[in-house]
């Protein structure tokens, strides 16, 4: 039974996705440029949207002119948090998307190049 087991571990599938040249370095750069948009554009209204959602919520809990207490603060603040992660996780993930799809295309366009370029040298 071991040594099935050790045999099984030993062996290496072949379905690790290759990525080119052009793919992870757009990635990369689209992953820049969105944090420069998210520190822009995002930031602030993340921040408003995540504390109208927490008066919200804390409006439901403690009643609708919602007092200062220090729950219903904690509530505003933990809320606003999520609103800043929820908007940069946006920004983020669309430009890193955004680029590594444009990396996959510049990819197939520079290989069929090559690829004709090799059929024609034949």
Not at 15 to 38: N, Q
Not at 83 to 110: E, K, R
Not at 112 to 120: I, R
Request: with cysteine; charged share 15%; aromatic share 8%.
């Amino acid at each position: 039974m071991a040594d099935a087991y050790y045999i099984a571990r030993t062996e290496k599938e072949d379905t690790k996705m290759k990525e080119t040249k052009y793919t992870k370095k757009l990635a990369y750069i689209g992953a820049g440029c969105g944090v420069v948009l998210f520190a822009i554009f995002g930031l602030l209204p993340g921040s408003f949207l995540g504390g109208v959602m927490g008066l919200n919520i804390a409006g439901i809990i403690f009643g609708s002119p919602v007092t200062s207490g220090l729950l219903s603060r904690m509530i505003v603040a933990a809320s606003m948090i999520v609103g800043v992660m929820v908007a940069g996780v946006m920004f983020i993930m669309a430009s890193t998307t955004a680029g590594w799809l444009i990396g996959n295309v510049l990819d197939a366009l520079t290989s069929e190049k090559k690829d004709l370029a090799a059929v024609q040298n034949k």
